[in-house]
């Protein structure tokens, strides 16, 4: 079977960082993808990651190690507007992505 | 640039009523396009997925059905409505660049009661 494990929750300072991890076990591999998802809203794409290492996007950076089956989202000077859902997803080769449950990040002054 | 309509934004249904969800994509040509379902407090369901007109894959049995009647057209429907229907109804199209990518339409919230 699929199996995707990212936190439930987190809870961060403004201006701080905080990391999110997600553990997965998929038959194929073909990427790693990291969604935002405010509250109410549609998830939107954040990143992709195919080879392993760091790949950064501005405030935002995504680590994968594909022999350790691992990945994690980096969240640099943490803003109020990043409170939502970040939800982790691994591409098998097929139409189908597989998606975690998501981890809530609740951002506070 | 690729844009995805959902309608309704909300519904509120009785239980036993019909549902028919739409959602129509811009700028591109044969996606691939999906329904999911978020319940309150829990992850993505993947519940239908078409690569082409009239190509429907099902991904868990439910008493949910869909149909692509047009290209980019990708319509959810149930005869009857459950309370466990209610939910948050995603539709989305496969990026045509980045393979597996998901691109979502604003969603419509179901309420079943």
């Known amino acids: 079977g699929q199996n995707i494990d990212q936190p439930t929750e987190m809870t961060a300072t403004e201006g701080a960082i905080v990391q999110i991890n997600c553990t997965y076990q998929t038959s194929g591999f073909n990427g790693l993808f990291w969604y935002q998802q405010h509250a109410g809203e549609a998830p939107t794409f954040l990143s992709y990651n195919v080879l392993d290492g760091l790949e950064e996007k501005g405030r935002f950076s995504s680590f994968l190690s594909r022999s350790k089956g691992y990945s994690y989202l980096l969240l640099k000077e943490l803003q109020m507007k990043d409170s939502a859902s970040y939800l982790c997803?691994?591409?098998?080769?097929?139409?189908?992505?597989?998606f975690g449950r998501g981890t809530s990040l609740i951002v506070h002054p | 640039s690729q844009t995805i309509h959902q309608w309704p934004a909300t519904l509120v249904q009785p239980v036993g009523s019909p549902l028919s969800l739409e959602c129509t994509v811009e700028?591109?040509?044969?996606?691939?396009l999906y329904w999911y379902r978020q319940a309150a407090g829990r992850g993505l369901q993947l519940l239908f997925y078409s690569v082409g007109i009239g190509q429907i894959s099902s991904e868990v049995p439910q008493n949910l059905s869909a149909s692509r009647p047009q290209d980019r057209q990708f319509i959810l429907s149930s005869k009857k409505l459950l309370l466990s229907d209610s939910g948050f109804y995603l539709c989305?199209?496969?990026?045509?660049?980045?393979?597996?990518?998901?691109?979502f339409g604003p969603g419509t919230r179901l309420l079943v009661l």
């Open positions: 997803a691994v591409g098998r080769g097929s139409y189908i992505p597989t």
């Open positions: 700028g591109t040509s044969n996606p691939n």
């Open positions: 989305a199209l496969e990026s045509e660049t980045m393979k597996e990518t998901q691109y």
